[in-house]
């Protein structure tokens, strides 16, 4: 079964970020900038259709894509690469459309307890941001 992944996301705990940003070639300054700044995801899944906005309050970056059709991706570096996505499972995968083993792969996946865990792959460096959703009150 695939995951729901709608709703508004905020990191609360992030793991050896700045280790692979140094990886990605991002200099020391933007780095500690990055690995600061808590983002908030918000995310609308409608089938494999998604719109994912990554918002800081130094910039946001909106993805749009579908599992399996090839997409403009922005990695952690701000580059941008073309991509597709496609299920693992309940994992929603996203990896550069190359022959490059070393291209950045990033997952997504819900826990059990509800939890969105972000896992980031460059040669070999894994990072993971961890998000809780937010509750939205009603008016």
Known sequence: MKQKFTG??????????ENLLKKM?????????I???APVLEICQDGDHFTIQTIT?????ELKFCVGEEFE?????????????????DKLIVKAVTDDEDSQITERELTDDGELVVIIRF?????????????????
């Open 8 to 17: 508004r996301w905020s990191q609360y705990k992030v793991e050896n970020l």
């Open 25 to 33: 070639g991002v200099g020391m300054i933007h780095r500690g900038i």
């Open 35 to 37: 690995s600061r700044v």
């Open 57 to 61: 309050t130094v910039r946001t970056v």
């Open 73 to 89: 991706d922005t990695v952690q570096n701000g580059d941008t690469r073309s991509a597709v996505a496609h299920w693992d499972g």
């Open 123 to 139: 040669q070999g460096v894994v990072a993971k941001r961890y998000f809780a959703r937010e509750i939205v009150e009603s008016t």
